[in-house]
C-alpha cells in the first residue's frame, strides 16, 4: 500500500495529536501522584480477623489521610466555623464528646450519643450510625455537615471555603490529582483518616500478647463476661478470637419496654427492627460514658446493673437476654465489681494519646 | 487496510479460542448446592423470622430469630473446606463446585467440625462474625447458632439459644472430658450429568423431635455446658437434613 504526502502528513498529524494527549495526562500523574499509605494492621488483628475493608474507589495515600485530619479538625465545614468533626468526636476521649447528647452549632441538642470511632475498617457490612442508616464511611461524612442539628452548613458555601483557602487546594491537588474541591473528594478524605484510627493496645491486648499481667479480679470478669450462664456477653461483644469487642450487628438488648426511638425499624420500616441499635464495642470505656445510643448510663456500675437486674421485655428484645422475668441472670456483687475490672482492661491509653491522631 | 482488518480478525481468533481448549476432554459441570429450610415441609425464610408461627413437636409455640451452622468438609472438594449458612443473613445458602466430571457420586458432608478441624480461633472468616465457643468450654466453635422465643407453660414469652457445640462435661475444670458431637450427613447417590443443581434440606422442626421430643420449657437457654443436652442435639440432628430436588 503505497502512501502519498498527503496520507503521510495526516499520519503524523494523528500521532503528534496522541503524543500531545499523552502527555497531559501523565503530566499531573507524574507529578502529584499520592505515595500508597502504609496501614499498620495490628498483629492480633491480622491473625484473627479478615482484612481491613478499603474501597478500591479510595485508595488510602499519604496525602489523603493528612487531608483527611485537617479536614477532620477543621471548623469551616460548619455554617458559622464554630464545629468540626472533632467537637464531638475528641481524640483524647477516643472520638466522643463525652456529652449524653451532643451539641449543635446552634445548640440544638441531638437525641443520641456521639459514638466513638475506632477499627471503622473492620465493620464489613458497612453500616454505620446507632441506627445503620449510613451505607459507607464516605457517605456517613456527608450527614454531620449538613445537618440542621450538627454543623448545619450546605455544600456549597463549604466548598467555597475552602477552595479560597491558602493551602486546602494544595493538598487536595497532591491527595486526588485535582485542585478542584468537591464534596466528595472532601468526605474520601475524611473516610480515609477514619480508617487509620486503629485501637488494639489496651492492658487486655497486652495480657494477649503476653506483656501483661491481670489481676484476679479482671480474670474473674472475662470469665463471667463469657459464661454463658452468667454475662454471656460474648455472643454479641466479642472475645479473644475476636478483638473487635463486638459484632458490629443490631440486636435490641433490653432496654426499653416501649420505644421512643425506633433504631433501626426506622430506617428499615421493618417492626422486626424497632428498638435495634448497633452493638458498640466495648474498647474503651473508660473514655467513652456515658453509655448506650440515648447515653442514659452515666457510669459502668449502671450498665451492669442493668444487665443484671433491669432487662424490659418486649417482641424484639434478642433471645440472648436471659431470665427477663427477673430483670437477668442477677450477678453478685463481687461479680458485677469484677466484670468492670475486666470491662476496663480493653481501654486503650495509647489510642487516645497517639500523637497520629491530635491536631 | 486489509491487513489490518486479517490482523484484527487473528486477535479476535486467538481470544476467543482460550477457553474452548478443554471444552470436550471432561463432559460434566459445576454442582451447585442450595440450602433450604422448612418445618415439616413448608418453607422457611428471613421473612417468617421472628413471629410465633411454628409448634414443635412439644406442642410449644415458638420463633426463629436466628439460624446460623456450618457445614464442613463437603467431599466434592478434595481439601478441607467449610461453609457458614446463616439464613437470617441471607448468606452461605449456595455454593458452587465448578468443574465436575460426569459421575456417580455420593454426596457427604459433616454438621459441625471434626475434632481436629476445632481448633480455637484458626478461621478468619468465623471469628469476625463471633462464631466461637469459650475457652472454658474448651474453645473452638460453635456448630449451630439458633436463637428465637417460645411461649413458656406460665404464658410468657422467653428466648431460647439451641446452640450445638462439641460436648463438653465440666465436672472437673481442670480437666475438661469432650465427645465430638458433629455428624457427618450422608445425601445418597447423585448422577452428575452436566451442570447440576442439589437442594440440601433441613427440616427445623426435627431439631425438636426425632428420636427426642424437646421439652423447651426445661432446655431453653444455657445449653453450652450442658453436656446431656448436645447429646440431645446430636441424635435430634441425624435426621434434619435431607436431599431436594436435583436439576441438571
Not at chain 1, 479510595?58 to 487531608?67: C, I, R
Not at chain 1, 487546594?169 to 491527595?175: S, T
Not at chain 2, 423470622?49 to 468438609?73: P, W
Not at chain 2, 420449657?217 to 444455657?222: I, Q, R, S, Y
Request: charged share 20%.
Amino acid at each position: 500500500m503505497p502512501l502519498d504526502g498527503k496520507k503521510i502528513r495526516n499520519y503524523i498529524f494523528l500521532f503528534m495529536f496522541f503524543l500531545f494527549l499523552m502527555n497531559c495526562a501523565s503530566k499531573e500523574e507524574e507529578i502529584y501522584t499520592p505515595i500508597a499509605y502504609n496501614l499498620k494492621v495490628p498483629a492480633l488483628f491480622s491473625e484473627k480477623l479478615i482484612g481491613p475493608l478499603i474501597p478500591v474507589n479510595n485508595p488510602l495515600t499519604e496525602e489523603g489521610v493528612t487531608l483527611g485530619k485537617k479536614l477532620f479538625f477543621e471548623k469551616l465545614l460548619s455554617r458559622d466555623n464554630t464545629q468540626s468533626c472533632a467537637t464531638c468526636h475528641s481524640p483524647k476521649k477516643a472520638f466522643t464528646d463525652q456529652l449524653q447528647f451532643s451539641l449543635g452549632i446552634n445548640n440544638n441538642l441531638g437525641t443520641r450519643n456521639a459514638m466513638p470511632l475506632f477499627n471503622l475498617a473492620w465493620n464489613f457490612s458497612e453500616r454505620f450510625s446507632w441506627d445503620g442508616q449510613d451505607f459507607s464511611l464516605e457517605n456517613q461524612a456527608f450527614t454531620p455537615i449538613t445537618n440542621p442539628i450538627e454543623m448545619d452548613a450546605n455544600w456549597q458555601e463549604v466548598t467555597a471555603k475552602l477552595q479560597n483557602h491558602p493551602t486546602y487546594p494544595d493538598l487536595f491537588l497532591r491527595a486526588f490529582g485535582t485542585a478542584k474541591i468537591d464534596s466528595t473528594l472532601v468526605v474520601k478524605a475524611i473516610a480515609q483518616f477514619e480508617r487509620t484510627l486503629i485501637s488494639a493496645n489496651s492492658k487486655f491486648d497486652k495480657y494477649l500478647r503476653d506483656e501483661a499481667t491481670l489481676t484476679s479480679a479482671e480474670k474473674n470478669g472475662f470469665t463471667i463476661f463469657m459464661e454463658e450462664e452468667k454475662g454471656d456477653c460474648f455472643h454479641c461483644h466479642g472475645s479473644e478470637n475476636n478483638p473487635l469487642w463486638t459484632d458490629n450487628e443490631f440486636h435490641n438488648n433490653g432496654l426499653d419496654r416501649n420505644f421512643t426511638d425506633l433504631g433501626l425499624g426506622a430506617i428499615t420500616g421493618d417492626p422486626r427492627d424497632n428498638g435495634k441499635f448497633k452493638t458498640p464495642s466495648i474498647r474503651n470505656l473508660a473514655f467513652t460514658a456515658p453509655y448506650m445510643h440515648d447515653g442514659r448510663f452515666a457510669t459502668l456500675e449502671e450498665v451492669i446493673e442493668f444487665y443484671s437486674t433491669g432487662l424490659q421485655p418486649s417482641s424484639t428484645i434478642d433471645p440472648l437476654m436471659k431470665q427477663i422475668n427477673r430483670g437477668g441472670v442477677n450477678l453478685s456483687t463481687q461479680e458485677k465489681a469484677d466484670l468492670k475490672a475486666f470491662l476496663l482492661t480493653l481501654s486503650d491509653f495509647d489510642f487516645v494519646n497517639s500523637p497520629a491522631f491530635q491536631e | 487496510m486489509k491487513k489490518i482488518v486479517s490482523l484484527f480478525l487473528i486477535v479476535i481468533l486467538f481470544s476467543s479460542c482460550k477457553d474452548d481448549v478443554e471444552c470436550c476432554v471432561n463432559p460434566g459441570g459445576s454442582v451447585t448446592l442450595k440450602f433450604t429450610h422448612n418445618w415439616n415441609g413448608t418453607p422457611i425464610t428471613e421473612a417468617d423470622f421472628n413471629q410465633l408461627k411454628f409448634t414443635n413437636a412439644n406442642g410449644d409455640q415458638l420463633s426463629i430469630e436466628k439460624l446460623r451452622y456450618v457445614i464442613t468438609n463437603i467431599n466434592l472438594l478434595d481439601t478441607k473446606n467449610r461453609n457458614l449458612v446463616d439464613l437470617g443473613q441471607n448468606t452461605g445458602l449456595s455454593l458452587t463446585i465448578p468443574n465436575q466430571k460426569a459421575d456417580l457420586i455420593n454426596l457427604k458432608f459433616r454438621f459441625g467440625f471434626k475434632d481436629e478441624d476445632n481448633t480455637d480461633g484458626i478461621y478468619q472468616d468465623l471469628n469476625t462474625v463471633n462464631f466461637n465457643v469459650p475457652n472454658m468450654l474448651g474453645g473452638g466453635y460453635h456448630y449451630m447458632q439458633f436463637d428465637g422465643k417460645f411461649v413458656a407453660a406460665n404464658n410468657q414469652e422467653a428466648g431460647f439459644n439451641y446452640h450445638a457445640i462439641r460436648a463438653v462435661n465440666r465436672t472437673d475444670p481442670n480437666n475438661l472430658v469432650f465427645k465430638d458431637t458433629s455428624f457427618e450427613v450422608d445425601l445418597g447417590e447423585i448422577e452428575i450429568i452436566n451442570d447440576t443443581t442439589i437442594e440440601i434440606k433441613m427440616n427445623v422442626a426435627e431439631w425438636f423431635k426425632n428420636p427426642n421430643t424437646w421439652n423447651l420449657n426445661e432446655l431453653n437457654t444455657v445449653l453450652m455446658p450442658n453436656f446431656d443436652a448436645q447429646i440431645l442435639m446430636n441424635e435430634n440432628g441425624q435426621s434434619v437434613f435431607s436431599l431436594g430436588e436435583i436439576t441438571q
